[in-house]
């Protein structure tokens, strides 16, 4: 176990310098930074003094290992618009983001196991068709879609609740609920196909004839073991939460992770949209290497 | 018994409808020949044209007109127009040309890599396979769509930008589902023959293996199609897309998001028409499924 975790962390930091190799390659790619940093009225000097400043003068392996530097150190470089330390504007927005997924992600995973685990359950009646159909209809619709409706229905025409913004309790309804929405039908697609899995298995049937009630059965001995292969598909379903943050943010004028790099994209500001994804991406990799190890231990046969 | 053998005939017509999807088919053709011939500058001849304005035609007297069905509206515009009086219908039959051109391009471009990569993977084994899958693996968790505004930010907003960043992602799963189909096929006594008698790895891959997982790819591209399409629609949402002087769906709704209360149509019809098109592509990728490798069936 400790030597499939000691790979499995390595695996990981060589994934995540390879990452930011690419980030760090796009950055050069984007067009001499200098140039965007530097006023229009400076001087050729000028232009080269700031070069000196900011390092990039020194050859490309140099500048990447400053770069790495400067990232271990916290410093993400500074916005090409605000002028702001980037490090200092996700901190400001990432409450906001967390504060819309938590509970979005707490009531998608309620609601499709309810879903799932019910539909797998009344396979082939009405129940299962009206749940493959939300399930098809939630894939197929642009999410964008759905938070614009919704702004429509409750905020502007029935004027229940606010359309954008952040503020009270009712300003979290409906970016919460879409967000919830969004990883619906994924999640419940898993659930239930797991289930059935599950459902058809031996210890289920013994313990029908055991006599236990079926609601038991259902949920308790069933659904336990129906969860782990979720697991896996946990790095799957951040990536869907990813996705969905940055259109239910910008549709909501939400000042989170998502909306910041919306913004930061719309600006052409680099350094923000740079250090964002890192940022995802090593937060990507600490979900997966997490499931990985969670997965080891609750199935021993995947240690190597 | 009239009763009894109407119901089996309704049945009848119902079970072959299910055999082949009708709905999708003409849904697909309509947006297929919108695309084509939204005007037909490709073959020379701008002025000759399906859609009823050119796309970006203004004509601020007809302002946000309401579809016809609406009081206030026209049949002179169909769908009605935005804000500065463009023709909703006309800028979807050209947004058409967009969600279709991308995403057949990056299946493409995505399928071949994906196809390579696996197919490798799945043939070496040992290190190649573990360094591949590795890879694989951190591009399926990664969030395509960040990627994209990524790509997008750093080398400027273009039709090839948008193709080469969704491409950029989209080909992990066809490398994991090629891996996994040939680890299951290299196995076989027709591989260890052609071994045997000293065929090349390439040979093998290309000659004896491929035939065997084309099927697979093929359900797999069909599949991908309304992803594609849906991830290009959020890209344009966000600003990212193609330069904006070209209308796509995911632009139009976006432009009608701050005017929803005045002119809900500007964003309505071109999100129906990507719910749409993901919805019949997905039906028809089930169908395509069903028919050529129903081992894939999930739910």
Request: glycine letters at 6%; one cysteine or more; proline letters at 5%.
């Amino acid at each position: 176990m400790a030597r499939f975790i000691i790979i499995r962390i390595f695996q990981t930091l060589v994934t995540l310098i390879v990452i930011s190799m690419v980030v760090f390659a796009l950055a050069r790619a984007s067009g001499d930074p200098v140039m965007l940093m530097a006023p229009a009225q400076a001087s050729l000097a000028d232009i080269e003094a700031l070069r000196q400043y900011l390092g990039l003068d020194k050859s490309i392996p140099e500048q990447y290992w400053v770069f790495l530097k400067n990232v271990a150190k916290g410093d993400l470089g500074e916005s090409i618009r605000t002028r702001r330390p980037v490090a200092t504007i996700i901190g400001e927005r990432l409450p906001y983001t967390i504060q819309l997924s938590l509970p979005a992600i707490f009531i998608g995973l309620f609601v499709s196991l309810i879903l799932g685990v019910t539909a797998a359950v009344k396979r082939g009646t009405w129940i299962d068709t009206a749940v493959k159909f939300i399930a098809i209809l939630g894939q197929a619709l642009p999410s964008f879609w759905l938070a614009i409706l919704a702004i429509q229905i409750f905020a502007v025409s029935l004027q229940w609740l606010p359309t954008s913004g952040t503020g009270g309790l009712d300003h979290y309804i409906l970016p919460v609920l879409t967000m919830s929405f969004f990883m619906l039908p994924i999640m419940t697609r898993l659930i239930r196909s797991s289930m059935l899995e599950v459902l058809d298995s031996e210890y289920v049937k013994l313990a029908r004839i055991k006599g236990l009630s079926e609601m038991w059965v259902v949920w308790k001995h069933a659904l336990r073991n129906a969860i782990i292969p979720l697991l896996t598909a946990a790095g799957i379903t951040f990536a869907t939460i990813v996705t969905g943050a940055v259109i239910i943010e910008t549709v909501f004028a939400w000042p989170g992770i998502g909306r910041l790099i919306a913004e930061a994209v719309i600006g052409r500001d680099f350094p923000v949209t740079q250090a964002v994804v890192l940022l995802v991406a090593v937060v990507v990799l600490m979900v997966n290497l997490l499931v990985d190890i969670l997965y080891a231990y609750v199935d021993p046969r995947i240690r190597y | 018994m009239e009763r009894v053998s109407f119901w089996k005939k309704i049945k009848k017509i119902w079970d072959s409808s299910r055999r082949l999807p009708i709905i999708p088919i003409i849904i697909m053709s309509v947006i297929i020949v919108c695309a084509l011939f939204a005007d037909l500058s490709w073959l020379g001849l701008p002025d000759i044209r399906l859609a009823p304005y050119e796309a970006n035609e203004m004509s601020l007297g007809d302002r946000l007109t309401p579809p016809f069905f609406m009081p206030g509206g026209s049949t002179e515009h169909i769908l009605g127009t935005d804000n500065i009086g463009r023709d909703i219908l006309s800028r979807m039959i050209y947004g058409a040309r967009v969600s279709l051109s991308v995403s057949v391009l990056v299946i493409l471009i995505a399928s071949v890599i994906g196809t390579i990569l696996g197919m490798s993977a799945g043939y070496a084994r040992g290190r190649t396979e573990a360094f591949i899958m590795r890879v694989t693996d951190a591009a399926m968790a990664f969030p395509a769509l960040l990627i994209a505004l990524l790509l997008a930010v750093s080398l400027g907003p273009s039709f090839s930008t948008v193709v080469l960043a969704l491409s950029a992602l989209s080909w992990a799963p066809f490398s994991r589902m090629m891996r996994g189909e040939v680890v299951r096929i290299r196995e076989e006594d027709f591989v260890a023959q052609a071994r045997i008698t000293g065929a090349s790895p390439a040979r093998i891959l290309i000659k004896h293996i491929f035939p065997n997982v084309v099927n697979t790819l093929v359900v797999m591209m069909t599949m991908s199609v309304g992803l594609v399409i849906l991830i290009e629609a959020s890209l344009s949402f966000l600003g990212a897309g193609v330069p904006a002087t070209t209308p796509t769906w995911g632009s139009m709704a976006s432009e009608g998001r701050d005017k929803i209360a005045r002119g809900w149509w500007i964003s309505l019809f071109p999100s129906l028409a990507i719910g749409l098109v993901v919805l019949s592509c997905n039906f028809l990728g089930d169908w395509i499924r069903d028919k050529m490798d129903p081992r894939l069936r999930q739910l």
